[in-house]
């Protein structure tokens, strides 16, 4: 069935579809329509799950985690300050092991206050552990919740899925809303291998001394690797059921390309118009877009771009004093080829300024001609800044 | 991490970190600075009562329906509870931290009441030995004196020179203290203590009787001889209130200016001035007190008065404080009396309230299997001192001991 609806309504169907048992959330725009939504539909019964309106959101994240460890699946919602917030919880998340799902509204991180699209907030937490992805659409909101359940489940990690604030969060579009009968069969309940309770006793979180701790990290390690594939086998299945593909990496014309935009989140549609606007002027061009970025999605990158020599990675977000974070991770997986393809990194689009085709196009060309109206800073260039 | 199992490859590692049993091998004791001490300590009527009667503690009993054990501890503390439930000056009830909600105990309408019953109760004593005691004087001080020494042992005989007993309380008005119940009190008082009274009884030091020529010691009570009584050349004056040992067969107590002449309202001094002389005369007769489990051994000797900061009145003021209704002096009913002992706050005596086992964070405070009392775990306790902090009555403090 096709409904038109906004991305935040669409987030919390695709918890309401998961039979999520419980919901911790915190408000924050553009966020608060999602936890709303689902108050709403648990308020009306239509969802049996439990409704924790917590005071922060390290509390609702620590109480997900609380819920996940006694085998109820758990979800919640944030964005940016938020995220920030639940910082320490992230890392405690994915260190026990929970399969948390939650989604969040990429969102500018104050100061000076912003509430518009920007990628720093969740590219900040990459190293706590979390697999991240990063929707392109509405549908893509749906359906990767669902598929992250999937996929949490079987690697036992936390799962963030990232929506572009407003781009996707305020914009109405047309989804296609899954079947609950098929979306149980893709998503039974969850059934953990270990969890709280009192007629077996566990302690979950305790002491470690060094040398199990070591080992525990690298098996994490090796784990949070697996999801990359673990992703596309779920996502392959999900095709199956649903004909609709969530690849962790997406390409576009990229067979014959010579240059290849890169970006992530909403943008990467104006990519492919402005793809195809390249190509109509004869420039071998094609776009990628990282769907995932933790597990960085190596081996589908490194197939998509085999034959690219120009890289141009579009970042909505920045490492002050370093550069774009997408960009930094696209060197380092490169680093063995660095002798022949070439990368260029803009940084746009932060704080909610659009990316679009008029501002892809002469990116691109600057990329190739060095000449434009970004300004270099370091190895990366800054769009739209005052002269 | 199953530490019951030794993991020797990283398969062995289950997904999710967990510990298989409970954490109790993670000896968080050692992190302790301060330890915290669960001590019941003296509330603050009873510090201030001259006669160290254990107020909170036989209300505490009465509160619990105990009501015999309640009289029983009255009567093992106070040889005249009658009589200081009428006269006293209740320094108690000036020092009860009930006044900070409302208003103090009627300590002495409890007292007054409990004391009028209880004509046929026993008390506990310790076993009689051959020493042999003559008080002479049946005043206050001398039948407090007596009734201890005859509880802890010693055999003890009271010779008054007048027919009736009771010293200067047979001068007082019939208005203050009835004659009959006078009689009464100290027939009480004798019966509970195991010991004798000998009234009209001329006591002349160059022709001593067969009960002072026999006496281990001779203690002459200035409460029950008149001034012209002629003290024996061999007495030494010896003040109970003075850190001194009783080095003589014949002491005649000697009160401090306060206390002379006699003054009704201080009565409880007197019966403690006998209970301290007492002691110190047992030490001297029979073994240093210290080294046998009197009975009703002096509370003040033993313990600390409970710190009145510590007495969380916040703690009374949120739970349901019982009615308070008021009743005139001598028209006290059972449960009049019952209702007004439920109204103590137990300040220093640990009631089982469990507030520290609930708020401790560490489930390291807990309540003994035979449910009387709490006790901390000291393998696990970090000294976090929460438990002190909540405990409303004061009973747990946190001390510098490494244990």
Redesign the interface.
Known sequence: MKKVMMGTEAAALGAKLARVQVVSGYPITPQTVIVENLADIIGRSELKAKYMPVESEHSAMASCIGASLTGARAFTATSSQGLAYMHEMLHYAAGVRVPVVMVNCNRALASPWNLYCDHTDSLAQRDTGWGQYYCADAQDVLDSILIAYNVAEQAFLPIMINMDAFYLTHTSELVDVPDQKVVDIFLPSYQPSSKLDVDDPKTFGNVCGADLFTSIKYRRHCDTLSLEKVWDRAATRFCDLFNRLHPTVEAYQTEDADVCVIGIGTASGAMRLAVDRLREEGLKVGSLRLAMMRPFPREGFEEAIANVRHLIVIDRDVSFGAEGIVAQELKAILFDRHGDVKLTSFIAGVGGKDISVETIVPMVQQAISGAGTAVEAGTTLWADVLP | ?EFEKK?IS?SD???????????AW?RTGDWRYLTPAVANKLAPCTWDCPAAVPISEYLNALRNGHVERGLKLLLANNPLPRLTGRLCYHPCQAKCVRRKIDRAISIQQIERFLADLGTDVTIEKNSKTDKKVAVIGSGPLGLSCAFYLGCWGCQVVVLDPRDQAGGALVDLSPEKVDPQLLVNEIGRLIRLADIKLETGVAVDFDRPGEVVSKADLVILDPTGLSEDFSVPAGAVAFNPFADKTVDSDIIAAKLPQNLKPFKAPMIAHYIGAGRLMARKAFDRLVMPSGQLRLAAPNPHLSRQMVNIEDIRIEHFLSSDLAERAIAKHGTWEWERALQEAECCLSCGTCNLCLQCVSFCPDASIRLDEDETAVTVDLDHCKGCGICAYECPRGVITMETISA
């Open positions: 991490m993991i990283a590692l289950p997904i999710m970190p967990s510990t298989i049993g409970t954490m993670n």
